[in-house]
């Protein structure tokens, strides 16, 4: 089997990592070769047999759709999920619509179309005002999280403003943050030791949640727990509901879930249907070292997963 490693062509320090990595980990079982997504993708994927999908880049509103859909019509097998699971988790308010259909625990949640504002809202809850459509906390500051009318009003038109998307406007669950991660398929999907992101060790007086200035600039400060500090019976619910959302959103090979948790009750925030699997750095690998997988061994999981799913039809 010949397989193609498929990357988007600007990548940075830490995505070409990435991609080297997963190449290294794959040619010690199949012959393989990185495949750009370049004007020349559609000829040069066609000498392959299966596709590795690290494409998660394209237009503004359907990145990481672009691969997936060639590939069908091509009808080369490919790993993660297809097009249409991809474009339920990139807007994050058909995502959580979705949840509560289902009853899976998500914040409680409005938002706005470009134009409109907030006229009301309750007295005494929180709220972080957010782009529906970007990924890596784009968009969230420390100024997202609002306590009054005002506050959310300006934040909303923010959103607007600057990204040209509806504005999120979720309630703020105050409380441990944690990041779940699944690996498989059907009766071998398995969720991974979930892994808790601990902000206190964060310079005073900066926020205790994922802004773009966490995320990017105080990774090294931010301590990461796996398996997380958490009582079973709340690992039990965030197993099952993060199963069950998995199978709700036709995901496959693997996913990752932003949760957070205040006192026993969970809250799905939102998913991730390509994580990234930068070694060491990414959450997803952190988990799977907890479970006893090295790098490689993820990366050829991921990959043998996706054979499977093929050769069963799916």
């Known amino acids: 089997m010949k397989i193609a490693i498929v990357h988007d062509l600007e990548l940075n320090d830490e995505e070409f990592k990435m991609v080297e990595s997963v190449?290294?980990?794959?040619?010690?079982?199949?012959?393989?070769?990185?495949?750009?997504?370049?004007?020349?993708?559609?000829?040069?994927?066609?000498?392959?047999?299966?596709?590795?999908?690290?494409?998660?880049k394209g237009g503004k509103e359907t990145k990481q759709l672009h691969?997936?859909?060639?590939?069908?019509?091509?009808?080369i097998p490919y790993t993660a999920s297809n097009a249409y699971s991809h474009a339920l988790c990139l807007d994050k308010i058909t995502t959580k619509i979705i949840m509560n259909f289902h009853n899976i625990p998500t914040p409680l949640?409005?938002?706005?179309?470009?134009?409109?504002?907030?006229?009301?809202?309750?007295?005494g809850k929180v709220y972080i005002v957010k782009p529906p459509r970007e990924g890596s906390a784009r968009g969230i500051t420390r100024e997202s999280v609002v306590d009054n009318l005002e506050a959310m009003r300006k934040q909303v038109k923010k959103i607007h403003e600057e990204f040209k998307q509806p504005a999120l406007v979720e309630e703020f669950?105050?409380?441990m943050e944690v990041s779940v991660g699944l690996l498989g398929?059907?009766?071998?999907?398995?969720?991974?030791?979930i892994l808790e992101i601990d902000f206190s060790k964060l310079p005073e007086g900066l926020e205790r949640f994922y802004s773009y200035e966490v995320k990017h600039n105080y990774g090294e400060q931010t301590n990461y727990v796996c398996p997380a500090r958490i009582s079973n019976e709340v690992k039990q619910k965030l197993e099952f509901y993060a199963k069950k959302l998995f199978k709700v959103l036709s995901l496959k090979d693997y996913a990752r879930m932003d949760v957070r948790i205040r006192g026993n009750e969970v809250y799905f925030i939102e998913v991730n249907s390509l994580p990234q699997l930068v070694p060491v750095y990414s959450d997803i690998t952190k988990m799977a070292k907890a479970?006893?997988?090295e790098y490689d061994d993820l990366i050829l999981k991921i990959l043998e997963h996706a054979i499977k799913r093929y050769e069963g039809g799916k």
Not at 25 to 37: G, R
Not at 67 to 75: N, R, T, W
């Open 185 to 193: 398929n059907g009766e071998d999907l398995e969720v991974l030791p």
């Open 109 to 123: 949640f409005m938002y706005f179309d470009i134009g409109e504002v907030p006229e009301v809202m309750d007295e």
């Open 67 to 75: 691969v997936p859909s060639i590939l069908d019509k091509l009808g």
């Open 291 to 293: 479970a006893g997988y």
């Open 23 to 56: 190449k290294n980990a794959i040619s010690k079982k199949f012959k393989c070769e990185l495949v750009p997504f370049d004007e020349k993708f559609i000829n040069n994927v066609k000498n392959f047999d299966f596709v590795f999908n690290l494409s998660n």
């Open 173 to 175: 669950i105050d409380g």
